[in-house]
């Protein structure tokens, strides 16, 4: 009996939009006894994925097995009555987490790890605007102004990186490729896990409970938040948390734009207590064009495009997903399992 594989990954943004050659790699390496329908009809890439469904999408779904998209959509696993596994080529998967999906046996796994190599360097990077005063360049430089003044002022702004110490919210495969890069430059780096006894990921000097973030934060330099959204973290940096950092210190945000409560961080940086802060995601997306963080000084904005890497993003991706699709082929465990209890 033929299982089928439904693809759909024809993003409406292009740099998430499933290269040619991937497909044709798909195609190629389909498991004996495998079909791939490649549909081509747009998607939604952003957040989560897409909670909008195709005609073409539900049509092919109605003998798929597996299905390779953007999230887990409610209307499609109506449509696909014998689906039984679903992997999603975004990390995030909360809105995939619905009671559609509870009451059916589908395994769902994620990609989670697939971006974390192209996060950390932009977090590494946006730290190191702040650290060594980029953005104090970057103004002067559009004034034409030489002025050495703030490179040297009193307390000092600038530091070296290794002085930091990185707590990293979050020590999944973003968090760990974001740690491994502080601790390779000297950095003392500590992370913060739901389960802390599953142990110590690469970077880390130590992880601590979720629960000890409170005890963590008045000796982080720098906190970097990759961890996943879900109902009991949304807020997880709020005014109380945030007061609790000590002044000078860096607040990176590569996850999702509620885990920090973004009138409290105006707060914190129109007083002066934070150095700056490095933010990709917001609440809303796109960014409102009036919000304040756009004319910052100690706001360092991208568009949510910390994990975008035209030349590796695929690879990965689709080395993650060949593994899995020949473990299920097989009967074997899956890698990235989601638990839809978590979240994640």
């Known amino acids: 009996m033929t299982s089928r594989l439904v693809v759909d990954l024809q993003s409406s943004a292009p740099h998430m939009r499933l290269p040619e050659w991937a497909a044709d790699r798909l195609t190629a390496r389909a498991p004996a006894g495998w079909d791939v329908v490649h549909i081509q009809e747009a998607t939604i890439s952003a957040g989560d994925g897409t909670n909008r469904v195709s005609d073409e999408t539900l049509s092919a779904a109605r003998d798929a097995t597996a299905y390779f998209g953007f999230g887990l959509p409610r209307e499609l696993i109506a449509a696909a009555p014998l689906l039984r596994w679903a992997h999603s080529a975004s990390a995030g998967v909360g809105s995939s987490i619905t009671p559609e999906l509870r009451a ?6 994620n990609s989670a790890g697939v971006y974390g190599e192209a996060m950390a360097d932009t977090v590494l990077a946006g730290v190191l605007h702040f650290v060594r005063g980029l953005d104090f360049a970057v103004r002067q430089q559009a004034a034409s102004t030489w002025d050495q003044r703030p490179f040297i002022s009193t307390p000092p702004d600038i530091r070296e990186l290794s002085e930091c110490r990185v707590l990293v919210l979050g020590a999944g495969g973003i968090g760990s490729a974001v740690a491994t890069r502080f601790h390779r430059l000297g950095c003392r780096t500590v992370g913060t896990r739901r389960r802390p006894e599953r142990g110590v990921p690469e970077g880390f000097d130590r992880v601590v409970g979720s629960d000890q973030l409170d005890v963590e934060l008045p000796d982080a330099d720098v906190v970097v938040v990759a961890a996943p959204l879900t109902t009991e973290n949304r807020a997880l940096l709020d005014a109380r948390r945030l007061a609790l950092l000590p002044r000078g210190a860096i607040v990176v945000n590569v996850a999702r734009g509620a885990l920090i409560a ?5 707060d914190a940086l129109n007083s002066g207590c934070l150095r700056g802060a490095v933010l990709d995601v917001f609440n809303r997306e796109p960014l409102a064009a009036d919000a304040p963080f756009w004319q910052h000084p100690r706001v360092l904005v991208t568009p949510h495009v910390s994990g975008v890497s035209p030349a590796r ?4 991706a689709l080395d993650l ?3 899995n699709w020949r473990r299920f082929a097989a009967g ?4 990235n399992v989601v638990d839809l209890d978590a979240g994640y």
């Open 332 to 335: 074997d465990p899956l890698r």
């Open 262 to 266: 973004e009138a409290a961080l105006l």
């Open 313 to 316: 993003h695929w690879v990965r």
């Open 104 to 109: 059916r046996d589908i395994l769902l796994t």
């Open 321 to 323: 997903f060949e593994d």
